[in-house]
């Protein structure tokens, strides 16, 4: 129904920035939320960002202030700009797209921060 393409992480020090990008393939990505989730080794997957196919984001405490999730339907793209990153936010990033009821997953991409 979709796959989905993350690039963009890489290692950065801390107080920097990255901007990762997820494209998508499928006819259904303009009418389907999309999501950021983020995994650290030894710890559960946890939201990061999502935003609804009419362009309206939610964030996670921890990314509120900092991240900015964005879409491009147009492009079939949603992207991750993370200012001020932190060591703790070092994990891979997931690209994720809603088809109620199931969730369909990129690869990832891996964000290292170093302090």
């Known amino acids: 129904q979709v796959q989905l393409v993350e690039s963009g992480g890489g290692l950065v020090q801390a107080g920097g920035s990255l901007r990762l990008s997820c494209v998508a393939s499928g006819s259904i990505f303009s009418g389907n939320a999309m999501g950021w989730y983020r995994q650290a080794p030894g710890k559960q997957r946890e939201l990061v960002a999502s935003?609804?196919?009419?362009?309206?984001?939610i964030y996670a405490p921890s990314a509120k202030g900092r991240f900015t999730i964005s879409r491009d339907n147009a492009k079939k793209m949603v992207y991750l700009q993370m200012n001020s990153l932190k060591p703790e936010d070092t994990a891979v990033y997931y690209c994720?797209?809603?088809?109620?009821?199931?969730?369909?997953w990129g690869q990832g991409t891996q964000v290292t921060v170093s302090s």
């Open positions: 935003i609804t196919s009419g362009g309206s984001p």
């Open positions: 994720r797209a809603l088809v109620a009821p199931f969730n369909y």
